[in-house]
């Protein structure tokens, strides 16, 4: 059972905007930085967002992170049908003294 | 280029046990922790063991904790993974990646463990 609740699903058209939510609690999000992954159907994970708002090198634009409390937020702009992918939050846990992960969110292009 | 190279999965019965191991290359290999994800078919990620880049420090999610053990050998820039007494709730694809803090940079492409009688 994960620590990180995300919404199952998101779509939009092309073009638009979606924002992924990520909800934990002050022993992770609310006292440890927030990464974000998207991983594209059957390949692995790859890093989007570190330290809730940065962008490793490579990485769109398009793509930007926010943290408010015990929240986070990826938002993706500009929506493509190659961003059709599901999305994972993570940070650490310091009462669990375990890396965690959101339940993940898969983004869908109309 | 960063790369991460998974080896030794399959198919084990229950109770069996498997090494899994990682080669790393394109990064200086001490200077990054190294860990263990795995994601059970059809399901999301799940965290399972990390180790510091001098083997200072290991840690393990409570789901492995006592079964697996993880290792790393800095001359051959190797991790690698022990997997005793293992459930049928094993069975995932596991994942090698660099840890940096909170935050997994690079990964592999995966290694399929199917525990099942």
């Known amino acids: 059972q994960s620590v990180l609740t995300q919404p199952p699903s998101v779509s939009a058209a092309p073009g638009q905007r979606v924002t992924i939510s990520c909800s934990g609690s002050?022993?992770?999000?609310?006292?440890?930085?927030v990464s974000w992954y998207q991983q594209l159907p059957g390949t692995a994970p790859k890093l989007l967002i570190y330290d809730d708002n940065k962008r490793p090198s490579g990485i769109p634009g398009r793509f930007s992170g926010s943290k408010s409390g015990t929240s986070a937020t990826l938002g993706i702009t500009g929506l493509q049908t190659g961003d059709e992918a599901d999305y994972y939050c993570?940070?650490?846990?310091?009462?669990?003294?375990?890396?965690?992960f959101g339940t993940g969110t898969k983004v869908t292009v109309l | 280029e960063v790369q991460l190279v998974e080896s030794g999965g399959g198919l084990v019965q229950p109770g069996g046990s498997l090494r899994l191991s990682c080669a790393a290359s394109?990064?200086?290999?001490?200077?990054?922790?190294m860990t263990w994800v795995r994601q059970a078919p059809g399901k999301g990620l799940e965290w399972v063991s990390a180790i510091s880049g001098l083997d200072v420090s290991r840690s393990y999610a409570d789901s492995v904790k006592g079964r697996f053990t993880i290792s790393r050998d800095n001359s051959e820039n190797t991790v690698s993974l022990q997997m005793d007494s293992l459930r049928v709730e094993d069975t995932a694809i596991y994942f090698c990646a660099t840890l940096s803090y909170v935050q997994f940079d690079y990964w592999g492409q995966g290694i399929l463990v199917t525990v099942s009688p």
């Open positions: 002050s022993s992770n999000i609310g006292s440890n930085y």
């Open positions: 993570g940070t650490w846990d310091t009462s669990l003294r375990a890396h965690v």
């Open positions: 394109g990064f200086t290999f001490t200077s990054y922790a």
